[in-house]
């Protein structure tokens, strides 16, 4: 069982810079697909960026698009998320997870428990 921790979160003016790191216990496997997923009170959980152990392929919601940049340290066991130009609505806990397709936010792998999360919040 893999299991992920976020940090790297923190309190940001609109238009900065986070970066966020999941570290995970033990090595994914190629075909596993690492993803960011995060949540506001009251919402559903939402699918940010994901990449491929593996191929290292990467894929983002619209809404993140040119904004943020998912990434891997396969020696680290590590993936990241770089989040540059974050507006007010980035503001969410924001989880890793880990399944084997893209929808690795609403189905991670069966036995995933979901972490902390790390808060980000962008404030003027």
């Known amino acids: 069982q893999v299991q992920l921790v976020e940090s790297g979160g923190g309190l940001v003016e609109p238009g900065g810079s986070l970066r966020l790191a999941c570290a995970a216990s033990?090595?994914?496997?190629?075909?596993?697909?690492l993803g960011w997923c995060r949540q506001g009170p009251g919402k559903d959980r939402e699918f940010v960026a994901a990449i491929r152990w593996g191929r290292g392929s990467t894929y983002y919601a619209d809404s993140v698009k040119g904004r943020f940049a998912i990434s891997k340290d396969s020696a680290g066991n590590t993936v990241y998320l770089q989040m540059n130009s974050l507006k007010l609505e980035d503001t969410e806990v924001y989880y890793c997870?880990?399944?084997?397709?893209?929808?690795?936010?609403?189905?991670?792998?069966?036995?995933?428990?979901w972490g902390q999360g790390t808060q980000v919040t962008v404030s003027s």
């Open positions: 997870s880990i399944g084997t397709g893209l929808d690795v936010c609403q189905r991670p792998l069966r036995d995933f428990a």
């Open positions: 033990g090595r994914p496997y190629s075909s596993h697909v």
